[in-house]
């Protein structure tokens, strides 16, 4: 894995100088290798940084010239099928010097142009530039596994793989973004092609963009969407799996390609063990496993049934007990997720992340399975939603919502479920894992003041009205996660706390073949059919695991962080939150506190505003 950083400009000087600041922030995504290449004027510079997994001889260095052509490459990922691309373009005359995958890539453009991504299977961001037609094309991957961050104005063109590159440039406003953090305040993190700064945008996953250096011009667009379902409930459910099996096969095989040693992140839970199965039987050698374990509570401890699959494949299997989760981390990831998440799991994926580093350099995880699959409980939920709004007339349903909406307090368990019940199913969606609802938005940063009414109550309606492919409830919502939650949470949680420690992590449910399979052939009676949900992954885990192995249990990736409350990172949190100089009304911080003393699901809320605030003041952003 890597990190990559460009700025163009015609009216800025001495832009190398300005290019090795911003790749200097990087480091830790790239530790073996650094480099940078510039146009003879001195008005484009591309830098690299390089954490070596194919081809670690010199030849893989980046920026990477291809030697028909006036093309330079700088590239964050990995091309699964770079292989089957560098003989079919060998054939077509196109001559190679390396064995990357980044060498592939240039070939690719000088064949098909900026329809290149479309042959590509991996995860990916990259920028190109195009000396003949004196444009930069950036692209990144269709499940947006790796990030990319841009910045453009009338003299300037930048970009990096993390906000902090971008807040290196001085001309990178460290001014807050009101919308974005009206989002951020309302899941928790900032979706698609919004940014928490003002000024900053993210290409969002399966985009393409375009800037043209003479005219100072950006164009993007988008080369691949979900597809639309085909299937009917009549499919022939064994031969489905059979299929999800090769399918998957084939994913794990090709990612399990690596000139460094690869290891497997094993939770135990049906995905993981799963990835573990596969790669066990594609394998010529026992294959790596690690998981992390909370001893002392027994709730959130699944390293006994990591344990059983390890032991049933014969894995050479580390246990990570997370004791040493301390407070003190928190600093830490606030500074490394520059632009704020508020997903307390990346505390234990920053911690199985260090583990496995000291043993392998990539690792591979179950992520994408139950977006794709239907695995989340609020998929049962919504589902019940729908029958229930046949059922129950539209004025009480309004009445009910409305009640929980003026007498039940955030946190209160059900608030979310009755909120829900007031509008469409598409309004629904909305209140899945919301943080706080508008009103207390605004009461909690009251900066959000300036915005209008509309403005304000945007994120509820903006995941009604995504363009989701599919017609039925499951299909929509699954769909929703996956443009949002998926990529700008859970991936984002992986790729920063992972490349914190130089660790690649690699997902073979997000092969774009598995992910077209799960949305166009599966249908809703094999994801979830009332509490039986990821249906189809679980016919093929009994087939593929350990008899004993409860394939039944949800828990999550998650911390015990209800039960820490109590303890040294309550305390902590609170220092954070009611310090003087703190940007959220203080109170009502404390009542938000005071609830979740009192027994309300507030634990997730306070640790996002206390990531929030720390990010804050270390970065000096305001508002």
């Known amino acids: 894995m890597c990190g990559i950083v460009g700025i163009s400009s015609h009216e800025s000087s001495n832009l190398r100088k300005l290019v090795t600041a911003m790749n200097g922030t990087l480091r830790h995504r790239g530790p073996d290798d650094a480099g940078?290449?510039?146009?003879?004027?001195?008005?484009?510079?591309?830098?690299?940084?390089?954490?070596?997994?194919?081809?670690?001889?010199?030849?893989?260095?980046?920026?990477?010239?291809?030697?028909?052509?006036?093309?330079?490459?700088?590239?964050?990922?990995?091309?699964?099928?770079?292989?089957?691309?560098?003989?079919?373009?060998?054939?077509?005359?196109?001559?190679?010097?390396?064995?990357?995958?980044?060498?592939?890539?240039?070939?690719?453009?000088?064949?098909?142009?900026?329809?290149?991504?479309?042959?590509?299977?991996?995860?990916?961001?990259?920028?190109?530039?195009?000396?003949?037609?004196?444009?930069?094309?950036?692209?990144?991957?269709?499940?947006?596994?790796?990030?990319?961050?841009?910045?453009?104005?009338?003299?300037?063109?930048?970009?990096?793989?993390?906000?902090?590159?971008?807040?290196?440039?001085?001309?990178?406003?460290?001014?807050?973004?009101?919308?974005?953090?009206?989002?951020?305040?309302?899941?928790?993190?900032?979706?698609?092609?919004?940014?928490?700064?003002?000024?900053?945008?993210?290409?969002?996953?399966?985009?393409?963009?375009?800037?043209?250096?003479?005219?100072?011009?950006?164009?993007s667009r988008s080369y691949w969407t979900l597809p639309q379902p085909i299937c009917n409930e009549q499919v022939d459910t064994i031969e489905l799996a059979h299929e999800l099996k090769a399918l998957l096969t084939d994913s794990v095989n090709r990612q399990l390609v690596a000139d460094?040693?690869?290891?497997?992140?094993?939770?135990?839970?049906?995905?993981?063990?799963?990835?573990?199965?596969?790669?066990?039987?594609?394998?010529?050698?026992?294959?790596?496993?690690?998981?992390?374990?909370?001893?002392?509570?027994a709730g959130f401890d699944e390293s006994s049934y990591a344990r059983v699959v390890a032991d049933h494949f014969g894995t050479d299997h580390t246990v990570l007990p997370a004791e040493s989760a301390s407070f003190e981390l928190l600093p830490e990831l606030a500074r490394q997720y520059d632009e704020p998440l508020a997903d307390s799991s990346m505390v234990p994926t920053y911690l199985v992340s260090k583990l496995v580093r000291q043993h392998a350099t990539v690792a591979i995880g179950g992520d994408g399975g139950d977006e794709l699959f239907g695995g989340y409980f609020h998929y049962s939920w919504l589902q019940r939603q729908e029958q229930l709004r046949r059922a129950v007339p539209d004025a009480i349903r309004k009445t009910l919502a409305g009640v929980a909406h003026s007498f039940l307090p955030v946190g209160f368990?059900?608030?979310?479920?009755?909120?829900?019940?007031?509008?469409?199913?598409?309004?629904?969606?909305?209140?899945?894992?919301?943080?706080?609802?508008?009103?207390?938005?605004?009461?909690?940063?009251?900066?959000?003041?300036?915005?209008?009414?509309?403005?304000?109550?945007?994120?509820?309606?903006?995941?009604?009205?995504?363009?989701?492919?599919?017609?039925?409830?499951?299909?929509?919502?699954?769909?929703?996660?996956?443009?949002?939650?998926?990529?700008?949470?859970?991936?984002?949680?992986?790729?920063?706390?992972?490349?914190?420690?130089?660790?690649?992590?690699?997902?073979?449910?997000?092969?774009?073949?598995?992910?077209?399979?799960?949305?166009?052939?599966?249908?809703?009676?094999?994801?979830?059919?009332?509490?039986?949900?990821?249906?189809?992954?679980?016919?093929?885990?009994?087939?593929?695991?350990?008899?004993?192995?409860?394939?039944?249990?949800?828990?999550g990736f998650a911390i015990p962080l209800s039960q820490w409350f109590k303890g040294d990172w309550g305390d902590y949190m609170k220092s954070v939150l009611l310090a003087p100089d703190a940007c959220f009304d203080r109170n009502e911080v404390t009542k938000i506190i005071r609830n979740q003393e009192r027994g309300f699901a507030n634990a997730q809320r306070i640790f996002g505003l206390t990531l929030f605030e720390l990010w804050r003041k270390t970065y000096g952003i305001s508002w």
């Open 413 to 555: 368990r059900g608030r979310s479920y009755l909120l829900g019940m007031g509008g469409p199913i598409e309004r629904s969606f909305s209140f899945v894992n919301q943080f706080f609802n508008s009103d207390l938005r605004r009461r909690i940063f009251p900066a959000l003041k300036g915005l209008s009414g509309s403005e304000l109550e945007y994120p509820e309606r903006y995941k009604g009205e995504l363009d989701a492919p599919g017609d039925s409830t499951v299909q929509k919502a699954t769909a929703v996660d996956f443009m949002t939650y998926l990529s700008d949470d859970i991936l984002a949680k992986v790729d920063r706390a992972s490349m914190l420690t130089s660790l690649e992590v690699r997902a073979p449910f997000l092969d774009y073949r598995v992910i077209e399979f799960a949305f166009s052939r599966v249908p809703d009676t094999l994801k979830l059919v009332g509490n039986q949900r990821k249906i189809l992954p679980r016919l093929l885990a009994r087939e593929l695991l350990p008899k004993s192995l409860d394939l039944d249990r949800k828990q």
């Open 36 to 219: 940078m290449w510039g146009t003879s004027d001195g008005s484009l510079v591309l830098a690299h940084r390089r954490l070596a997994i194919i081809d670690l001889a010199e030849t893989g260095h980046q920026p990477m010239h291809f030697s028909c052509g006036s093309l330079t490459i700088v590239f964050n990922g990995e091309i699964y099928n770079f292989k089957e691309l560098r003989e079919k373009l060998s054939n077509a005359g196109y001559p190679f010097r390396t064995q990357s995958d980044t060498e592939v890539i240039l070939a690719a453009y000088l064949q098909w142009g900026e329809n290149c991504v479309e042959q590509l299977n991996g995860m990916f961001a990259l920028a190109l530039y195009d000396g003949e037609k004196d444009q930069l094309f950036l692209a990144r991957d269709r499940a947006g596994e790796k990030p990319l961050f841009y910045w453009h104005d009338g003299s300037s063109f930048a970009f990096a793989s993390e906000l902090k590159g971008l807040m290196a440039c001085p001309f990178v406003s460290r001014r807050l973004d009101l919308n974005a953090m009206n989002f951020f305040l309302t899941y928790g993190y900032v979706p698609r092609e919004s940014c928490i700064l003002e000024g900053v945008k993210k290409l969002p996953q399966g985009h393409v963009l375009i800037h043209d250096r003479r005219r100072n011009r950006i164009r």
């Open 260 to 297: 460094v040693p690869v290891g497997i992140l094993l939770s135990g839970g049906v995905d993981s063990s799963i990835v573990t199965a596969l790669a066990s039987e594609v394998s010529d050698r026992p294959v790596k496993t690690f998981t992390i374990s909370f001893p002392d509570h």
